[in-house]
Structures are given as C-alpha cells and as structure tokens.
C-alpha cells in the first residue's frame, strides 16, 4: 500500500477516499444489519452525511477532462445526488420500500461502480493499493465487484441456500 499517494493527492480527492471508504463500511453493516433498530438509524445518517461529502467533494475531481472540467464520471455525481435525496424523503414519508431501493442502489452503483472505476490503471486508488501491479489490482476490484453482484442477485441467494444445505429453497428450472 502507498498511502503517501493519497496524501499527496489534492484535498478533494482526499475528502472523496476517505468518506468513499467510511461509506462503504459502514453501509456494509447497514446491509447486513437489523433493519429499523435505533443503531441502523445512527449509523444511517451518519453513512448519508459520508455520502454528502462523497458527492459534493466528487464534483471538484478532475483528472479526466472531457467537458472541461467534467467527465462521464460526474454522472455518477448527479445520480448519486438524485438517489440519496430520493432515500431521504421516501424514509420520512414512511415508505421504507422505496427507501431501500434507493439506498441500495447509491450504495452497489454508486460506491460499487464508480469505485471500481476508480481503481482504473493511473487512478489514485489503483496507485495507492496496487502501485507494482495497476492492471491486475484493477482486474481484482472488478472481480471482487462482480462477485459481490452476482451474491446479491438470486443466483446468490440460491447458491447461498445450497450451501447451507437447503436445496429445496433454491428455485429450480425443469
């Protein structure tokens, strides 16, 4: 790991990092935690307040410029701004059902494909964890990225369920 990478790195992509990972984290145990309980509450602003930082902070990177200052990853920052705004009002509205889905959404293609992306060979993230092998690193992120998808897909639930020993939750085609 170079670490000196990131801290050499301008104060906007420092600020994107390090709430990017504290996001990340702390989503995680959000997903898998008891949902509605007063610490998935806390830890849910606490997580939205991270993703503020992520999405304001993202709008002053600009490594890649393909509309002056903009690229095609700053759509990432309108949609991750349009879903967090969603996740909040639908939770205060009480319909917990759109709130998960906006969340959940934020959280696998907000934090999961633009964090893939910024492990792209020459990107800070790739150079801090994967500063002798960029390319591999990158193809690792992606992966692990693709596993984490196909987990959260049926087709996980139902290999989940077979290893558990429960074949008969698993949906079979005949």
């Known amino acids: 790991m170079n670490m000196p990478v990131l801290f050499e790195a301008d104060t906007a992509i420092q600020i994107h990092a390090i709430s990017a990972i504290v996001a990340i ?5 959000l997903l898998l ?8 509450i806390f830890l849910g602003r606490i997580w939205a307040f991270t993703m503020v930082l992520v999405i304001a902070s993202s709008v002053f990177i600009s490594e890649i410029r393909l509309w002056g200052p903009f690229s095609p990853l700053h759509f990432f920052t309108i949609l ?3 879903a967090l705004v969603q996740g909040i009002y639908h939770i205060r509205k009480g319909n ?8 959940q959404s934020l959280y696998f293609w907000g934090l999961g494909v633009a ?4 492990f ?3 990107r800070v993230m790739n150079m801090i964890f994967f500063p002798d092998a960029p390319v591999t690193g990158f193809y ?24 558990k020993g429960n ?3 698993a949906k079979t085609k005949n």
């Not at 984290?25 to 145990?29: E, F, N």
């Not at 917990?96 to 969340?103: C, L």
């Not at 964090?115 to 910024?118: D, I, K, M, P, T």
């Open 80 to 82: 991750g701004a349009w």
């Open 167 to 169: 074949p008969g939750a």
């Open 140 to 163: 690792m992120v992606l992966a692990l990225f693709l596993l984490a998808m196909a987990f959260k897909s049926n087709m996980g639930r139902d290999f989940l369920s077979r290893m």
């Open 96 to 103: 917990i059902t759109a709130h998960r889905a906006a969340m």
């Open 33 to 40: 935690g008891k949902k509605g309980s007063k610490v998935h």
């Open 120 to 122: 792209m060979p020459g």
């Open 115 to 118: 964090g893939v992306l910024s």
């Open 25 to 29: 984290l702390s989503g995680a145990v």
